[in-house]
Each structure stands twice: as C-alpha cells, then as structure tokens.
C-alpha cells in the first residue's frame, strides 16, 4: 500500500476530530494496519495449515488477501468451502478484527477436537478486510464514512470524505439497483452509493471470482451497526426457495448465540431495503447458505470492548460449520465415465426455487455441497450439460448419520476437464 497513506504509530490526529475517541479507535484497530505481515507471520508458523491468496488489488493499490485454512491446504480445494469475511464497510472495523479472531482460533495451539475437525474436513477461507482503502480512511478521519474511498466526484468537488466512493456491499451482481433508490442510490455522494456498473470496484469483483472458484457451502459476512442474523434473499421481490433451507440454518446459528451486550440475535430477513449485496451473490450463484451477521451495535473505541464483542461472536461461525458437519446436509461430486470432473446443474428436488437459480457442481472437481432442511429422504437431482437424461439419487441423513454423500457418475465421456456452462450473475431489474 502506499507509504504515504499508512497511518503510523505517531500518526496526526484529523482535523475536526476529538482527540479521545480518535485515540482509543486508532489504538484498537491499529493492528488491522498491519495486515499484510501479520498474514505473512500466520503463515510462516502454520506452512502446513496456511495459504495466501491476493484476490484484488484496490484503486491505492492495496492487496484484498484471503487466507485458506486447512490441514494441507494444496489438497484442501477438494472439501467442502467456508468462507468468512470482515469489513466490507470501511467504517466498521470491528468486523475485522472478528475475522483475525477466527484465524487466531483456527490457528491456536490448543488441542480443540472440534477445531482439529474443522481443518481437517472443510477449506475455511477467511478474508479478513475486503474494504481496505475504506478502513484506512476511517482511521485517518472517523467520519469518513462506510465506502471504499475511490475518488468520484469531479475536480475541484468539494464534498465531504465520506461522500466519496462506493459502497462495495451494493456493488455485487445481483439484482443490482433493482429496487432503484430504495435499497442502493445512483447518487455517488449518498452512503449507498452503488457504483457506475455492478462489479465496477475491484473489492466486489475479487470475492466474486473466489465465490465462483470455490462454490461456497456456507459463508457469514461480518458487519456492525444493530444485532441481528440476515438470512437470503434479502432483497425485496426474489421469490424464496421452499423450504428455505438456509433460513433454519440461520436459525440454528442464533440458537447458538449468546446474548450479545443483553442484546438476543434474531433471524431476518433484513433491516431495511437493499439490492445487490454479497449475501445475496453467493445464495443465487452458487446455493450458499450465505449469512450477514449484524455482530455489535457499533465499532467499540476501547481494546477491552472490542475484545469483549468479538468473543461473543465466535459461536456463529463454529455453529455455521457444525450443522454442516453433522448434518442434514449432502455432499457428492458429478464425473463422467472416465472419471473427469462435470459442472452439472444439481438440485434438492424438493427445495422449489423460482429466481432463475441453477446451482452446479464446482467447474474444478466436480464437487457440491448443499445444507438440507431437515432429517428425511431427499432426491438430489442432476442435470448433464448439454442435455440428456436426468440422473435421481435418494439420500436419507438421519440424526446417526447426518451428512450424506451422493456422488453421480454422467454417462459418457467428457473429454477431460470441467464440461458445462459456467454459473451466470444476473442484474436483471
């Protein structure tokens, strides 16, 4: 990133701000300043648990990093994929700091069965600042607001810091500016501001690109300003899966909750209107059971605060990864013949879909992985690419046996590689 723009430890109080709460936030979330090396440390302990991948690099040149974790992450890319995530608003830097929380869990030395469980079953990516010029602006001036800082106004423009950039979290695909200005704003001054184009910022299109690598099982996007558990669809309009199955999970999650500063966390669907979120991205891309977990009422301007808010949350995302351990849940992988990995189109025959949907097996290794709504018998249904025959497979998890495998073999050969349409995004209004 650019020297000249990294706060530093003698750094100059803004203008206009007061000299107590800056010093208290600038002392509590300076860490999250070091990224990079501390990425770096991580992985040079845990060579064997670790990788660092660059997703993105920002408009000043700061690297979006995600981290894999894993027991031998070079074959990791074969388990079913996590993926948690922090600061996607440049003004809620506790979210952050919950993401080095779960590298700090995840990577910790104690021998936990159930974290040894996690690494070596699941491929856990966790992107711990995905609005990295946003956040730095926010510690040089905490009004800057909640946008990725880009400059877009016109020169000489005398609008305010916080009026500028975009709101990475209203730049995804999906439904993009389908509610017009009631969920996301054409306004590039206005807080909700979604860009000229969706996927027009690099943060956006970084976790894009991973999401449609990784095909995510499950996934919880960190963020701060009430409590509260948002379960897709979150955008007004798109018809719900039925069942919906990633509603019961996020209801399982918040039974697993604890109060979080007196406050209960409650399922919904959201808090006010909104339109082209990541949530929303992974749920119609991929199936995701994709949760935005509203972790605090605000960012604490204290250490020992933070650290407090940031132990409560830690049971959401072991929650989210135990209901797909031990299930309901099925997995499988779809080969041809001779073996080769086939993106297929795979359903739960009795979830009914209505937003256009088509859920496929990872381009990769052929791999799905679905959260299922309950104990019971369950058709997992495939479509070959190119048309032909529909393959059916019963499963039947049972509170025994909770994740089921269904794995599909498609008649013929493929030819090698990965055969079939690659998933599309829609910004269809």
Sequence with gaps: MPDDERPSAKATRPPGVPEGPWNRMFETYRRLLDLDPILDDYHRDHP??????????????????????????????????????????GNEPLSGLIALDILDTLLSDKADPKIKRYLSELAIWVVPVVNRDGFEKFLV?????????RETHKPGDKSPLKARGVDINRNYPFRWGATNEAGSSKNPSRHSYRGPAPMSEPETKGMVELSDREHFVGSISYHIGTVTLLAPYTIEGVPIPKPNEAWLVAEDIAKRMPK???????????????????????????????????????????PALAKEAVELVRPSWMALFDRYLDGPSVEGRVRDEAGHPVSAKVEIAEIVTGAGEEWRSRCSDGFFGRYLPS???????????????????????????GRVTADIVIPGTAGGGCSGATNKATTAK
Excluded at 62 to 82: E, N, T, V, Y
Excluded at 141 to 149: E, F, H, M, S, V
Excluded at 377 to 391: C, D, L, N
């Design 141 to 149: 001036d905490l009004k800057a607001g909640r946008k990725n800082g």
């Design 375 to 401: 104990f019971g018998t369950f058709t997992v249904r495939v479509s070959p690419p190119g048309g032909g025959a529909v393959i059916e497979k019963k499963v039947t998890p049972t509170k025994e046996k």
């Design 260 to 302: 979080i500063h007196k406050r209960p966390v409650y399922v919904r669907k959201n808090i006010y209107a909104v339109d082209g979120t990541d949530q929303d991205y992974h749920r119609f891309a991929h199936g995701t059971a994709a949760f935005l977990l509203e972790s605090a009422a605000k960012s604490w301007d204290t």
């Design 48 to 89: 064997d648990k670790t990788e660092i991948v660059t997703l993105a690099t920002t408009h000043k040149g700061r690297a979006i990093k995600a981290m894999l974790i894993a027991d031998d992450p070079s074959k990791a890319r074969g388990r079913p994929a996590m993926l948690l995530n922090g600061a996607h608003h």
